[in-house]
């Protein structure tokens, strides 16, 4: 089945810091989106990305969707405490079908 | 809107009782989606419908779960009879279209004792 692997799988930075992670598949994705889950709730979608190359951005966030359509990354710049949670990748492979989650990448931003 | 929207938030019961999961989608959405949501496993698919109707439950552990959406407004995760490896959060997703970002709920959180 589908692969999507997303690294890294923690990250402990330093309020202010930038931070930077990725997603790669296996095969070629037509959407990729981006997810932030705080302890105790359900992911909430940060970013949306439809087209090869797309660079999007959501305030602080930056996510691109790669040139090979195999792979994207989600920045976040100047990070904040509230930034702590886990944050998901998620791809979907062509127009109605499903997505697929990556592991998942845990932020802790310390003070 | 209200969002997606699940009852009850935490579920504690004794191996071998029935429990059953609620979830409200937004109104609009046709496609429902039922996760669990594990520390080892990390959010695995269980079953999604599309206009009330499963399409894929090959992520549904065994004859144990159950999964019903008898309208567009509400559906039910069963799990009959429970047991401790079945604790884990349960979520219930939405989207207006398959291809788009799925809206979460705040989950379910079960613990089987």
């Known amino acids: 089945g589908q692969q999507l692997n997303q690294s890294p799988q923690s990250m402990f930075i330093q309020e202010g810091e930038d931070v930077s992670m990725n997603c790669t598949s296996s095969?070629?994705?037509?959407?990729w989106l981006w997810y932030k889950q705080d302890p105790g709730e359900g992911p909430v979608l940060l970013i949306a990305l439809y087209k090869a190359g797309e660079l999007t951005s959501n305030g602080r966030l930056t996510a691109q969707f790669g040139i090979t359509r195999k792979d994207s990354f989600l920045n976040i710049s100047a990070s904040i405490p509230s930034d702590v949670g886990i944050y998901f990748c998620?791809?979907?492979?062509?127009?109605?079908?499903?997505?697929?989650f990556g592991e998942g990448t845990q932020l802790t931003v310390n003070p | 809107d209200a969002g997606v929207i699940q009852s009850p938030r935490h579920e504690v019961t004794e191996m071998g009782q029935e429990v059953t999961l609620r979830c409200k989608p937004i109104s609009g959405h046709n496609s429902l989606f039922w996760y669990r949501q594990t520390m080892m496993r990390g959010l695995e698919l269980l079953i999604y419908?599309?206009?009330?109707?499963?399409?894929?439950d090959s992520g549904m552990p065994e004859d144990r779960f159950s999964a019903k959406m008898p309208n567009a407004s509400f559906s039910t995760l069963k799990i009959q009879p429970s047991e401790p490896r079945d604790s884990a959060v349960y979520f219930c997703?939405?989207?207006?279209?398959?291809?788009?970002?799925?809206?979460f709920g705040s989950g379910t959180r079960l613990t089987v004792v």
């Open positions: 997703a939405s989207s207006f279209a398959e291809n788009r970002g799925y809206t």
């Open positions: 419908f599309n206009n009330n109707v499963p399409i894929d």
């Open positions: 095969s070629i994705f037509n959407t």
């Open positions: 998620a791809g979907q492979e062509t127009s109605g079908s499903r997505l697929t």
